[in-house]
């Protein structure tokens, strides 16, 4: 059998940060991107549909949202198993097709040919989830949305593993974590994933986004496809030794040669450059932001300030220098340039 295991769409969400045309332009890709993952279901014969919660950003979506999700779900072949997430809590939905399935009354089982399928919405994920122990004879498949945990907790939303492990789960299909981070094992049968989201929904969400694809067999294979239609990128861009604009921009474009202009562009600035170059930054960012879809420039880079001529300097400065002598090289660059740049009136934001 084939399984899909996606979660965390976030439909409607508001995309703070773009404008508003491109924030409207992403709200309907990410819209396009779900519907797309259905029609992908069906071209590749997938039995089974999860998705782990937070479809939507907030339990009330639009009318017309709801009526192209729940038409995109009765269109498709496979069967769809939902559990809510923290955002999406409580949705009502206007009618349920035939192949949707909610986990909306605590926990129940759906079986399906050789798998059996388990889930709760995110009201049960709180305080302990008192799992029974499971068929060993089947596929085990457990729907859950929530922050899966080394040690016991009962905070809302998190899991213990302990709840989790010894009860015959062969695959934990979390939503939450918008990364796809590497599964984390239950026990000597299980494991537990998270899918991470379908689309970067910002440049806190940057790389390879999509969804897993599940096959049983001899044990279960995982395949992860990347699905997005936007990637956002994030890059650490090193501009010691850099002496003016020109020569700063040049750097940049290098760094971001080769990236599709639709996507999204990030590039963080490292080590210590000139003021010259530094003036520069904010004009960057605007030329960024006419190439690529979204882009943005984060200046974390110093002055470079030869701190050692003002060892024997009888101003203010000095005496900074010489307080800071014995900091570490990094950390004492940092503080001094804070310092040197509120001396010299700059309205700082640190």
């Not at 996606?6 to 995309?15: F, Q, R, V």
């Amino acid at each position: 059998m084939k399984i899909l295991h996606t979660a965390d769409n976030h439909l409607g969400a508001p995309l703070i940060g773009l404008s508003p045309q491109a924030a409207k332009e992403r709200k309907e890709e990410l819209l396009d991107t779900f519907l797309r993952t259905l029609r992908f279901a069906d071209e590749q014969g997938v039995d089974a549909v999860f998705l782990c919660g937070d479809l939507f950003d907030d339990a009330h979506p639009s009318p017309t949202l709801l009526r192209q999700v729940v038409e995109g779900i009765a269109a498709c072949r496979a069967q769809v198993f939902y559990v809510t997430g923290n955002h999406d809590n409580g949705v009502v939905f206007p009618f349920a097709p035939d192949n949707f399935h909610r986990f909306d009354k605590g926990l129940k089982s759906y079986r399906l040919g050789e798998i059996t399928v388990t889930g709760a919405d995110y009201d049960f994920v709180h305080g302990g989830l008192k799992l029974p122990k499971m068929d060993e004879n089947t596929y085990n498949f457990l729907l859950l949305h929530g922050d899966i945990r080394q040690s016991f907790s009962t905070a809302k939303g998190q899991i213990d593993l302990s709840q989790v492990a010894q009860k015959n789960i062969d695959y934990l299909a979390l939503g939450h974590i918008h990364d796809a981070p590497a599964p984390i094992r239950l026990d000597g049968r299980g494991v537990a994933r998270y899918s991470g989201a379908p689309e970067g929904h910002g440049f806190d969400e940057c790389g390879k986004k999509g969804f897993w694809l599940i096959e049983t067999g001899q044990g279960l294979r995982q395949t992860f496809v990347p699905f997005a239609l936007r990637t956002y990128h994030e890059i650490d861009l090193a501009v010691t030794g850099i002496k003016d604009g020109h020569e700063l921009e040049s750097a940049v474009a290098k760094a971001v040669e080769g990236l599709p202009q639709t996507d999204g562009v990030k590039v963080r600035l490292k080590g210590s450059v000139s003021a010259e170059a530094k003036a520069r930054i904010e004009g960057l960012q605007r030329r960024l932001q006419e190439a690529f879809f979204a882009a943005k420039v984060v200046d974390d880079s110093l002055p470079d300030i030869d701190f050692s001529a003002y060892e024997k300097d009888k101003t203010i400065k000095g005496q900074l220098v010489r307080l800071a002598a014995q900091l570490p090289e990094g950390e004492r660059a940092q503080i001094l340039s804070i310092a040197f740049r509120a001396l010299s009136g700059e309205d700082l934001d640190v």
